[in-house]
Structures are given as C-alpha cells and as structure tokens.
T-cell receptor, first 114, second 113 residues
Framework: EPEVTQTPSHQVTQMGQEVILRCVPI?????FYWYRQILGQKVEFLVS????????KSEIFDDQFSVERPDGSNFTLKIRSTKLEDSAMYFC????????????FGNGTRLTVT | AQTVTQSQPEMSVQEAETVTLSCTYD???????LFWYKQPPSRQMILVIR????KQQNATENRFSVNFQKAAKSFSLKISDSQLGDTAMYFC??????????WGAGTKLIIKP
C-alpha cells in the first residue's frame, strides 16, 4: 500500500537555524497538510496545501514558516529561524480528496531545537 | 466553531477486557466524517476506524467498533478483547467539508497484562 514518507526521522538543530522538513505524499493525492505535536500534547494544524497553494493556515503558521511543492512530488516545510518552542513532532499528511477519504500520515519528523 | 472533546485523559483496563473511549463534537454541518486515530509509543498516526455521518450503521473493523449517535453528536470507540498492543494514545477527529481535521485532545489507553 502506498504511504506518505517523511525525512529525516529526527532532526537536531540550534536555535536560530533554518530547517527543512521533507515529505513525499501519496502520488495521486491532492491535498497536503502539515501538523505538529508537542510531546504529550494535542495535534495542532499548521497548514493545508491544494493546487499548488496554501488553502488554509493556522495562527501558528507565521512568517517563520513556509511550504513548497518544488517538483510535483516533494512537499516541504521550512522553518526560517527555529525557536526552542518549535521542538515537536511534525507530521505530513495527504488525502486523495474524495469525499470521506481519510488522511494518510507519514511517520513524522522529530525536531529538537537546542 | 467546530470542536472535538475527549473527556477521558487516561484509561487503563486489563488485557482481554472491553473498553470504550468517549468523544463528542460540535458542528453545524450535516455531512461530515469522523475518525479514530491511534498513536502508539512510536508516535506514528494510524487510522483505526472512520464513520460517515450520513450512514446510520455503526462502523466496525475487527475488534474496533463505534457507537455513533448523530443527534447527540457522540462518537465513542469500543475496543473488544483488548490486547497489549492496543496501548496507545487515541485521538478522535472530525473532518469538515473542506477536508480539515479537527482533533480531540486524546485519551491515553493502557492495557495491563
């Protein structure tokens, strides 16, 4: 069964550095998402992407965040200048877009900002 | 605003017992979808079961079943014959017509041997 792939599985970075989290959604899916989950807490929506543009974003997704789909397969989340509070698990998800189809999640990238 | 509430932060049961996790939601939409996701210690997010709001029949997947009460906006998950591998966080989620998922806070389920 096709799956969503995320790399790296774990990223450690210093505060103020830029990080890029990478995702390869399922090939025939149309909607893409980034979520984050601070350890032990709720899953938080960051951004959704459809038709090569952001369709919705949360208050968390400020100017420090950006998303791109550079080549039709990868879907990246960039954090320009990381803060300690960006430490979290970041999940990519995709959905075909047919009514009722579930989101398929990648295994996540654990980001640690020191 | 659409919300999802899971009122049980943590539950624990003995192996082989049946356990029910509760979930309520609030929406003004009539057509929507509800999901239960499982997050084991590995922190993967795994779909357990889904329910279409327009279907009256409760969804079932092997040992997992739901009790969907649309009028009450309730969507509980029943796990029968619980196994040690069922130990995980369980998240209830609501999908709106724009394919946005609204998440509950999660219930930590511990299955004791």
């Amino acid at each position: 069964e096709p799956e969503v792939t995320q790399t790296p599985s774990h990223q450690v970075t210093q505060m103020g550095q830029e990080v890029i989290l990478r995702c390869v959604p399922i090939s025939n899916h149309l909607y893409f998402y980034w979520y984050r989950q601070i350890l032990g807490q709720k899953v938080e929506f960051l951004v959704s992407f459809y038709n090569n543009e952001i369709s919705e974003k949360s208050e968390i997704f400020d100017d420090q965040f950006s998303v791109e789909r550079p080549d039709g397969s990868n879907f990246t989340l960039k954090i320009r200048s990381t803060k300690l509070e960006d430490s979290a698990m970041y999940f990519c998800a995709s959905i075909m877009g047919l009514t009722g189809s579930p989101l398929h999640f990648g295994n996540g990238t654990r980001l640690t900002v020191t | 605003a659409q919300t999802v509430t899971q009122s049980q932060p943590e539950m624990s049961v003995q192996e082989a017992e049946t356990v029910t996790l509760s979930c309520t939601y609030d929406t003004s939409e009539n057509n929507y979808y509800l999901f239960w996701y499982k997050q084991p210690p590995s922190r993967q997010m795994i779909l357990v079961i889904r329910q279409e709001a327009y279907k009256q029949q409760n969804a079932t997947e092997n040992r997992f079943s739901v009790n969907f009460q649309k009028a009450a906006k309730s969507f509980s998950l029943k796990i029968s014959d619980s196994q040690l591998g069922d130990t995980a966080m369980y998240f209830c989620a609501f999908m709106d017509s724009n394919y946005q998922l609204i998440w509950g806070a999660g219930t930590k389920l511990i299955i004791k041997p």
